[in-house]
Nanobody, 116 residues
């Protein structure tokens, strides 16, 4: 069974940085694109970044371009999201996501709070 476990969230001041990690199990990690989503207070869940299975191609939401970087280490079944120049509006629960055999899998989420 596919499992995704996120970590790395926390409280950070505006302009600060965090690095989120997501470790996957129960799947051939290197075969699938991976994604990060987020859901802010009172908002719908939105896609933040996607990375291809080999890590060559990435795509970002306009709101995070130039500030966030998605990467992966297939040998460690891990995908990362580097968050830089954080803004209060980045406050959200961040989720790791993968689609395997047409089924969506989600981690439990990690809270990121940007506040002074």
């Amino acid at each position: 069974q596919v499992q995704l476990v996120e970590s790395g969230g926390g409280l950070v001041q505006p302009g600060g940085s965090l690095r989120l990690s997501c470790v996957a199990s129960g799947m051939i990690f290197s075969a699938y694109p991976m994604a990060w989503y987020r859901q802010g207070p009172g908002k719908q869940r939105e896609s933040v970044a996607v990375i291809s299975s080999g890590g060559v191609n990435t795509r970002y939401a306009d709101s995070v371009k130039g500030r966030f970087t998605i990467s992966r280490v297939n040998a460690k079944n891990t995908v990362f999201l580097q968050l830089n120049s954080l803004k209060p509006e980045d406050t959200a629960v961040y989720y790791c996501n993968v689609a395997v055999d047409s089924r969506q899998y989600w981690g439990q989420g990690t809270q990121v709070t940007v506040s002074s």
